[in-house]
């Protein structure tokens, strides 16, 4: 039975509550961050708590506590649960009140919940095969620079990919591709440059994707931040998502179409391996 964090107490898995009127359940009013755990310390944490605080601000969310305290919380839930490799879950939501769209953040309490999930992260199918993506239309709303918890589209997108005999999903809006259901895209021209689209309010600025991108540029891979559709991800040399569970994901074929000869890319494959080393490097 794991430890969870719930509203300021350790307490077990099978015994933490939270409202029924909370606005996250009611309203999807939270916000969220994973972090990923290598040999019992956190990757990238800093950037994680930093997009906490941007989520928050864009919606008018209060964060109570301070980044030491979140810093302490995680590492004493993966001290408690023994996470050697996994992921922390935390989420913040703006607070339980009885059931109204127009809300009054004085009276609210944000609520605060994590837990761990142990499994490996670096030896996985996917590091070994490579995932089989599908395109499909970006129905999302507006605002996917928010990392919030309305995820019943990426939820359903990935139910689709998997129906498709796919792992997962891209999504096009406007004729290119945005991102995955939950990580960013990357193409590989021919040439050996590193292709992802620039951010803005359709796609979420992936923690992943940033320390990715400085890599690169530092070990002298070209990086190109500009959009691109699906008919050139199928044309390209390589593919490959980035998050901060998977890390970098070799793409072995979009829509049917194969590419690297159906296996894992070796660009996509040295970035992965740099990624791993850098991050570590870097671990809290
Ligand atoms: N998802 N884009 C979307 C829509 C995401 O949900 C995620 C992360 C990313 C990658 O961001 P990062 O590198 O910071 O993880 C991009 C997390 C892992 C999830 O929902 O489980």
């Known amino acids: 039975m794991r430890t969870v964090f719930v509203n300021g107490e350790y307490v077990s ?15 999807g009013d939270g916000i969220y961050e994973v972090a990923s755990v ?13 997009r906490l605080h941007r989520s928050a601000n864009e919606l008018g969310m209060r964060v109570d506590v301070s980044d030491d305290e979140i810093l302490a919380i995680h590492r004493e839930l993966i001290s408690r649960n023994g996470v050697e490799e996994g992921v922390v879950y935390m989420q913040m939501t703006r607070g339980a009140i009885d059931r109204d769209f127009v809300f009054d953040t004085d ?5 605060m919940v994590l837990f761990t999930q142990s499994r490996p992260l670096i030896e996985t199918a996917v590091s ?17 620079d928010i990392k919030t918890v309305q995820l019943l589209y990426p939820s359903l997108g990935k139910m689709e990919a998997k129906s498709r005999g796919a792992d997962d999903a891209w999504m096009v809006r406007d004729g290119v591709v945005t991102e995955g259901t939950s ?37 002298g891979t070209p990086v190109e931040e500009r959009a691109f559709t699906i008919e050139e991800a199928h ?10 569970s998977v890390f970098v994901g070799p793409v072995v074929s979009i829509d049917g179409v194969e590419l690297s000869g159906g296996k894992p890319g070796p660009v996509t494959l040295g970035l992965r391996k740099t990624y791993i080393e850098e991050s570590l490097k870097r671990a809290l």
């Open 13 to 27: 898995e099978n015994e933490a509550k939270v409202s029924v009127f909370d606005r996250a359940f009611l309203f």
């Open 38 to 50: 290598l040999g019992g310390k956190l990757i990238d944490f800093p950037a994680h708590v930093a």
């Open 107 to 111: 009276k609210l309490k944000p609520t």
């Open 128 to 144: 070994k095969n490579g995932m089989k993506i599908v395109s499909i239309p970006d129905l999302r709303w507006g605002r996917c």
């Open 183 to 219: 990580n960013n895209a990357f193409i590989v021209t021919k040439s050996g440059a590193i292709v992802t689209r620039p951010l803005s309010n359709e796609i979420l600025p992936g923690i992943t994707r940033a320390a990715l991108m400085a890599y690169s540029a530092e070990s």
């Open 235 to 244: 044309d390209a040399a390589e593919a490959f998502i980035t998050s901060a």
